[in-house]
């Protein structure tokens, strides 16, 4: 990356960058604008948070088969670490994590189907059968507490119907804005405090105003 | 959820949306503040717009020309306005829109 434009240090705008990713706002915080820093993730945690809550926590999930794509998760994950416990199901490590953080178990758990739900029980070597409901219960029982069914997720949407999608483009909105202030960090802003003044200057010199 | 409690909702994102705008484009805070009520003008304008042309169109659904005819009336009488207000001082309005005259002076093109 090219030298920081202006005064403005951007010290290591590779790591800033990546910082931003991880917590919204870090970056900036490293770079020392901690009051832009602050802003930014007080608003993206903000938008983050209010859309999982208000839908309930089921609209963060990763899914990519033939059951759902999930091609919300990719504007998501822009969010950082708050958003990858979704990531886990992908990567079989969400028993592990339940085992590690039992509050947070089915944070971002995958919603599974009847066919999913079953196989696990194979897979525990427990009875297989009955409702999706019956499994997931018996599942919960045997310790499996992340476990959430499509079933439960489809109920929510038939309750709270479009609020579930507007609480999905809060999360979706926080990963995209997220995108932005990545750049910034990464960057720097498109106008610098100097370049703003020069643009002033030669305005008022011009005899024009403030646009 | 009623309905037009959706709208509600709208408030917070046009609000951290244009913030994170502004304050990615910009350094200065006063910069930041007024680009902030700039975008939040411009999205409510926006959506506002949209709002208001699909409630014409269902409203007028059978004489959709009707609400067409009026908002090319508005539009004409707008331009009329605008014409009529211009200040005639620019090169253009003194050459009555014609390109002012170059002296046969020929500017090199890099």
């Known amino acids: ?211 | 959820m009623t309905p037009h409690t959706i709208y509600w909702h709208l408030a917070p994102l046009v609000l951290a949306v244009s913030f994170v705008y502004a304050a990615t484009r910009h350094e200065d805070w006063t910069r930041i503040f007024w680009r902030t009520l700039f975008w939040i003008r411009y999205i409510l304008g926006f959506l506002g717009s949209a709002f208001v042309a699909l409630v014409l169109l269902e409203y007028f659904w059978e004489d959709w020309w009707k609400p067409a005819l009026a908002a090319f009336a508005i539009w004409l009488a707008w331009k009329i306005y605008l014409r009529q207000t211009q200040p005639r001082n620019g090169p253009e309005a003194q050459t009555n829109g014609v390109a002012a005259p170059t002296d046969g002076k020929v500017t090199a093109k890099n």
């Open chain 1, 1 to 211: 990356m090219s030298d920081p434009p202006g005064k403005l240090d951007l010290k290591n705008p590779g790591l800033a960058a990546l910082l931003a990713w991880l917590v919204p706002g870090l970056g900036h915080i490293y770079q020392g604008r901690t009051l832009k820093g602050v802003l930014f993730a007080i608003t993206i945690f903000g938008l983050f948070f209010f859309g999982s809550w208000l839908g309930s926590w089921r609209v963060v999930y990763l899914r990519w088969d033939n059951e759902e794509w999930r091609f919300s998760y990719l504007a998501q994950v822009g969010a950082g670490l708050v958003a990858l416990p979704a990531a886990l199901d992908a990567l079989d490590a969400r028993p592990a994590f339940a085992r590690i953080v039992p509050p947070l178990a089915d944070y971002q758990s995958k919603p599974l189907s009847l066919r999913e739900l079953e196989l696990l029980c194979e897979r525990m070597q427990m009875p297989r059968g009955g409702s999706a409901e019956e499994m997931q219960e018996l599942l919960h029982v045997h310790g499996a507490k992340w476990v959430v069914t499509l079933e439960e997720v489809d109920d929510l949407h038939r309750k709270y119907g479009v609020t579930m999608h507007i609480a999905a483009i809060y999360t979706l909105i926080a990963g995209l804005m997220n995108v932005l202030v990545i750049y910034d960090a990464a960057a720097g802003p498109a106008h610098l405090r100097e370049d703003e003044a020069e643009d002033e200057a030669k305005r008022a010199k011009e005899g024009g105003g403030v646009p």
